[in-house]
Nanobody
């Protein structure tokens, strides 16, 4: 069982920045991919970003490309999401996810965190 704990959410004005962190613990894969999903109010969860083990590969949703950056620290089982130029439509609960491959982490993650709220005011 993998436990994922997110932190760093909050309230920010449009154009501002936030950095989310996620720490993984428990039973993990020997090599795994991590990422982020989000769920805007009244909408379904959607993929945001993912990073492969070692960080050699990243993937982003079109809506966040050029504004969000995902990074990771394998030694600490931690992944980060730097969010710049935030827009009101980025308001959502952000979830950290993990899976054995990049394909799985972007489509059907194995484990989910409890989520952290990000609110962007206009």
């Amino acid at each position: 069982q993998v436990q994922l704990v997110e932190s760093g959410g909050g309230l920010v004005q449009a154009g501002g920045s936030l950095r989310l962190s996620c720490a993984a613990s428990g039973r993990t894969f020997s090599r795994y991919a991590m990422g982020w999903f989000r769920q805007p109010p009244g909408k379904e969860r959607e993929f945001v970003a993912a990073i492969s083990w070692g960080g050699s590969s990243t993937n982003y949703a079109d809506s966040v490309k050029g504004r969000f950056t995902i990074s990771g620290n394998n030694a600490r089982n931690t992944v980060y999401l730097q969010m710049n130029s935030l827009k009101p439509e980025d308001t959502a609960v952000y979830y950290c996810v993990v899976a054995g491959t990049m394909l799985l982490v972007t489509t059907t993650p194995t484990s989910w965190g409890q989520g952290t709220q990000v609110t962007v005011s206009s």
